[in-house]
């Protein structure tokens, strides 16, 4: 039994990092605001690319990946963020907060919801964390991030968040 799960474990996690290196950044134009909302799925796609692909590897594509994001990010006029300084206490890692942003953006896409600061940020921490878990011999010890990490693991998390807002 322990077997069949090791195996089962291990093809899915196959599958998964397969799955986040396939991302292909489009040949996007965003030029007028309906331009923005075909690239959604996109969007999602990139930020799931970003979290699960290693930070040393593939980084010419991270950084495409990083612009496309931002480049959407700077324009979209669905999403309106309301960054706190008060949250994002990890600035010393531009990987992470790039991340952050994404995985805010794709909350708002993924329920359709464009007004939920809490969630947002919720989401955005969340895949903060998931992303450092992943990097964290490459990225080094982050205070900040592994507070978030103590406040999710005892189910804190939304409560601060939502303190800091």
């Known amino acids: ?8 474990t291990f093809l ?3 599958f998964v990092t397969v799955q986040a290196q396939e991302f292909e950044v489009p040949d996007y134009s965003l030029v007028k605001a ?15 690319w970003l979290v699960e692909t290693p930070i040393n590897s593939k980084k010419e594509k991270r950084i495409e990946v990083q612009k496309f ?5 700077e324009g979209t006029p669905k999403i309106s963020m309301n960054v706190s300084p008060d949250i994002v206490t990890f ?17 708002c896409i993924e329920n ?3 007004k939920n600061d809490l969630q947002g940020n ?7 964390i998931t992303f450092y878990n992943a990097n964290k011999k490459v990225l080094g010890k982050i205070k900040a991030i592994e507070r978030y990490k103590k406040l999710q693991k005892k189910g804190k998390l939304e409560k601060h968040l939502q303190s800091k807002l």
């Open 122 to 128: 919720i989401r955005g921490i969340e895949n903060v």
């Open 69 to 73: 994001v931002f480049k959407w990010l």
């Open 112 to 114: 359709n919801d464009y």
């Open 91 to 107: 600035l010393e890692s531009p990987e992470s907060f790039i991340i952050y942003l994404a995985g805010w953006a794709s909350y």
């Open 12 to 14: 899915l996690c196959t």
């Open 34 to 48: 309906e331009d923005y909302e075909k690239y959604e799925s996109d969007i999602v796609a990139a930020t799931k």
């Open 1 to 8: 039994m322990i077997k069949k799960l090791l195996c089962l």
